[in-house]
Structure formats: structure tokens, C-alpha cells
């Protein structure tokens, strides 16, 4: 094999200006490296913790939410009670949907829903035929 500078681009001989001297060996075959038991249980124990560090910001971050929604909440109140009236919030089960009713503090009824109870059941009740066309299996 002839080297004729280093570094310039024709510095690498080509597969035809090879020179064979006799030798018919194949190349030793490539062995994985194989990793020890310890480094394995060290990068499972890191992700565990960035695992577990990710769920309790989830939940602080929830618990935050949660805390500026009631004080919302609190403060619509404050603001409807000059017109005697209240809202109540709640989560409807099957759409898992924020529903508000306006209520007369004076003889607690019902105003308004919005959305309306009925509305949403009809909506749970579409999602449950549409899950049975789909996942119907003919």
C-alpha cells in the first residue's frame, strides 16, 4: 500500500491499489459488548426517580389548578350574589364535563345549566353506541 501525503484527498489508497500479501483469514467477528448488572440498576434507578419526580410536579401542578379554579369560583360568587343568585359546579360522571347551574338563593331553584344535564347524557349516551359500532367485530 502506498501513502503518497498525509492529508491531502487521494491520501487513501482505493480497494484496486491494494496490495494482497497471502492472507485468507475472515476478520474476527464483532462481540457485543455486554453492559454490567450495576450500570443497568443505576439507569433503571434514575429513570424510577425521574419517574416519580415527574408524577409529584403533575400533582402539584394539579393541586395549583385546583386551587385557582375554587378561587375563581369564590370569586363569581361574591360578584352573582348582588343579583341573589349562586353557582354550583360539578362534573358530570360519564362525559367528565364541567357543568355550572345558576341558582335563586332565595327559593333554590334552578335557573340555568349550562350545559344541560340531559344534553350531556345524551352526548355519554352516543359515545357508548358509537364505542359498540366500532369496536364491534364482524
Known sequence: MRIDSVGSANSVSTPQNVERVG???SPAPIQPVKSSGSQ???AVKQQERIHVEAEVAAIENTKEQEHQVIKAIEKANKHIRTYDRRLE???H????QIMVKVINTENDS????IPSEKVLDMVAHLWEISG???DEHR
Open 132 to 134: 359498540i359500532l366500532v
Open 110 to 113: 334552578v335557573i340555568r345549566e
Open 23 to 25: 492472507r485468507t483469514e
Open 89 to 91: 359546579f360539578s362534573i
Open 93 to 96: 360522571d360519564a362525559t367528565k
Open 40 to 42: 443497568n440498576g443505576l
